[in-house]
């Protein structure tokens, strides 16, 4: 859009003497107005419904994004489904990230394990992990009377008492291949004589261990699987 310019003073003719030529008014002059005008007024915006409109808006305060600009935005509010967003992870996207940094803290994370966050993981896969210190979850099964089925939900490394002069048959948890865990079998303080034999499971060439019979004492068994069979191994005769 161009404003009109004029390109010809014409009142400044009337102070020119008579006979001076710069004092008549050519055709060509006036034309060349007539052009310059014509041209303005073409290239000027109408004034209607919408420039009405457009007057009544309230102009944006602070910064403004541009079309094409680089900035670093703050505070700034993107309706992620009325742009298209170039490698950026949208509030209700699913997206692989790469090489992306997510503060634990300032986010609302679902099934997410921080850095440095206090959780618990279950059915997680850890791969080549470095664990220091850690503690197993330690089941007390207490006092068993003749049978008992060891299940290994809530840890893998369990206590259990024999009833005195009592012979308990232990029924084995699935043999799933890497499983481990370890039973620690008293005696009844008192008595003792109690038994145990356990379901399905291969000890080593000696065979089928016999529980220490003495009373108070601790036999401390050990059983793997490998996804057919459980083998076990054994320590006895501790005081608890």
Do not use: R
């Not at 099964?141 to 012979?167: E, K, R």
């Amino acid at each position: 859009m161009s404003n009109y310019t004029k390109s010809t003073n014409f009142a400044s003719k009337d102070n020119l003497s008579s006979g001076n030529p710069l004092k008549i008014v050519k055709g060509t002059e006036i034309d060349t107005e007539f052009n310059n005008i014509a041209t303005a007024v073409a290239t000027k915006q109408d004034y209607d419904a919408d420039l009405a409109a457009f007057a009544a808006k309230t102009a944006p305060t602070g910064d403004v994004v541009g079309t094409s600009d680089t900035q670093t935005l703050t505070n700034k509010t993107i309706a992620y489904g009325s742009n298209t967003l170039t490698d950026v992870v949208g509030v209700t996207a699913t997206q692989t990230l790469t090489n992306k940094t997510i503060a634990y803290g300032s986010n609302t994370l679902t099934d997410v394990v921080g850095v440095n966050a206090t959780q618990t993981l279950t059915a997680k896969t850890l791969t080549n992990p470095t664990i220091t210190n850690y503690v197993e979850t330690v089941v007390a099964i207490g006092t068993v009377t003749s049978s008992h089925t060891l299940v290994l939900t809530s840890g893998t490394v369990q206590t259990a008492t024999l009833t005195a002069s009592t012979a308990c048959t232990f029924t084995m948890p699935t043999a799933t291949a890497g499983k481990s865990f370890i039973l620690l079998l008293k005696q009844a303080a008192s008595t003792g004589n109690g038994t145990a034999t356990f379901t399905g499971v291969k000890f080593n060439v000696a065979g089928t261990p016999t529980v220490t019979a003495t009373a108070g004492k601790m036999d401390i068994f050990t059983f793997v699987a490998d996804g057919t069979n459980w083998y076990g191994s054994y320590s006895q005769g501790y005081t608890p």
